[in-house]
Nanobody
Framework: ELLVESGGGLVQPGGSLRLSCAAS????????MSWHRQAPGKERELVAV????????NYAHSVKGRFTISRDNAKNTGYLQMNSLKPEDTAVYYC?????WGQGTQVTVSS
């Protein structure tokens, strides 16, 4: 089982990025999926979670209204749309499902 994130990069404050999380070796559609992030010197924190069917989502207070978690079970892929990015969103972002962590993708918000 493997999860591979992509879509990170450098963006200016106020900008947007869309992260993807592609699963292989298992069916993502059977599992709740979540995004987490870890900034330098800080603990990993939960950012957003979505149920297996996508009918329920939940967000950390710090990203609510700016980030949107979604999934396309036909593509075995999850997403995190990040808008109105702030410097404090800078971190390595990880997806998680079925006891599997992705390798992470770096998001840097800076002018």
């Amino acid at each position: 089982e493997l999860l591979v994130e992509s879509g990170g990069g450098l963006v200016q404050p106020g900008g947007s990025l869309r992260l993807s999380c592609a699963a292989s070796g298992f069916s993502l559609s059977s599992h709740t999926m979540s995004w987490h992030r870890q900034a330098p010197g800080k603990e990993r924190e939960l950012v957003a979670v979505i149920t297996s069917t996508g009918d329920s989502t939940n967000y950390a207070h710090s990203v609510k209204g700016r980030f949107t978690i979604s999934r396309d079970n036909a593509k075995n892929t999850g997403y995190l749309q990040m808008n109105s990015l702030k410097p404090e969103d800078t971190a390595v972002y990880y997806c998680y499902a079925y006891f599997v962590w992705g390798q992470g993708t770096q998001v840097t918000v800076s002018s």
